[in-house]
């Protein structure tokens, strides 16, 4: 069978998606690697709760049960995606890996590591943005009895029985990290360049319902406010300031720079001798699996950003979903994919009219 459309992945840009396009009639297949919809987010640390409140983590057509103002855990988020794919009655195929995409007269042809191949008239990315964790080339000069992890591989501190942990990187995850491991462990935090925070809340009310309300959220990603914004880089900290970090016993160090023997040292010349070193450098996307020609380059997926077109590649029936600044800041947050979906599912349509 040749569905109309094949999307890889089920988090909450492809199922949104999914959903819009059931709506349209067109015949919508998802593959998704891991064992249940949910599970990138069951993997994230034991005690994240979502920045954002549960009135901007759900998706068209259900309600997230609990206080709307109210933060929801990792396994409400994994739990309602769940259900949302349940409720939509959408077709999901799990633990399936997608590792290669083949284009010919067409159709593509999209290959999982189990072996099998599905056929598509029209493709669709929604990996995600959030798949890798960066980590510097300097790694390789950390010698072999210091364990090294990344930041996705962090559950809670009870998983680290060595005493003396150095994090690189300080943004919201690591941020997070250093102070729940800050109540049990030495904890040096490794800072980049400073950046603004986006406090919790303002007059009482969640910083980013704020924003939206504003509509700075929605600002395109071309425009001066947009642009201003992402230069800004702000850190959704969870109010994690530095001043509760110090409080808490975590060393502040300035960036990482250099390795002597055992010694992790910053470019102020700071210098710790971890015992562990987890990586918390932002996330990247993995387009390895996306192996059609001139469809990615050094900066990850090609694609159009923006209102209007945000969301089209070089391809006329290839589409990505859940790209950082798809179309604005909010295109990353489960509350901004939506009105992404919206018009990929729209250019999916126009593009099956014009097969
Ligand atoms: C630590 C952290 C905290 C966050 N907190 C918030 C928050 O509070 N509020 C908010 O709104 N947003 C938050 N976000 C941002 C965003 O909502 C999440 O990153 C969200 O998971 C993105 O959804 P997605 O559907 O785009 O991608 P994902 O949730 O990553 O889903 C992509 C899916 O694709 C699958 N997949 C990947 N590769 C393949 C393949 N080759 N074959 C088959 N399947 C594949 C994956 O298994 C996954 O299920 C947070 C992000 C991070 C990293």
């Not at 029209?122 to 992890?149: H, Y």
Request: include cysteine; proline fraction near 4%; aromatic fraction near 8%.
């Amino acid at each position: 069978m040749t569905y109309d459309c094949v999307i890889i992945g089920a988090g909450q840009a492809g199922l949104c998606l999914a959903s819009f396009l059931t709506k349209k009639n067109i015949t919508v297949l998802i593959l998704e690697r891991d064992e249940r919809i949910g599970d990138v987010w069951r993997r994230r640390p034991d005690s994240m709760r979502l920045f954002t409140p549960r009135a901007m983590d759900q998706l068209p057509g259900l309600i997230m049960a609990g206080d709307q103002k109210g933060y929801p855990d990792k396994h409400e988020v994994a739990d309602y995606l769940e259900s949302y794919a349940q409720h939509n009655n959408l077709h999901v195929l799990l633990n399936k890996n997608v590792y290669s995409v083949e284009y010919n007269d067409k159709i593509y042809s999209i290959k999982t590591q189990d072996g099998e191949t599905f056929q598509a008239k029209c493709l669709v990315n929604a990996t995600g943005a959030n798949q890798k964790v960066n980590v510097l080339d300097i790694s390789r000069d950390i010698p072999a009895e210091i364990q090294q992890m990344t930041i996705d591989q962090y559950q809670n501190p009870k998983q680290l029985s060595s005493k003396n942990i150095a994090i690189i990187g300080d943004g919201a995850s690591g941020r997070q990290a250093a102070k729940e491991l800050a109540e049990t462990h030495n904890v040096t935090l490794f800072c980049g360049s400073p950046r603004p925070f986006t406090p919790q809340e303002l007059f009482g009310i969640n910083t980013l319902v704020l924003f939206k309300k504003m509509t700075i959220l929605n600002s395109d990603s071309r425009n001066i406010i947009g642009r201003w914004l992402r230069k800004r880089n702000f850190i959704p900290c969870n109010n994690i300031t530095n001043k509760i970090l110090k409080k808490k016993g975590v060393r502040l160090y300035s960036k990482f720079t250099s390795v002597d023997g055992k010694k992790l040292i910053s470019d102020r010349g700071e210098n710790c001798e971890p015992h562990i070193v987890i990586w918390s450098l932002g996330y990247k996307e993995d387009t390895d699996w996306l192996t059609i020609p001139d469809s990615s380059n050094s900066d990850g997926f090609i694609c159009q950003v923006g209102h209007d077109v945000g969301g089209k590649t070089p391809y006329p029936d290839l589409f990505i979903v859940g790209r950082k600044w798809l179309s604005c800041r909010a295109s990353e947050l489960i509350y901004g994919c939506v009105k992404d979906a919206q018009r990929v599912a729209n250019f999916v349509e126009m593009a099956l009219k014009n097969k």
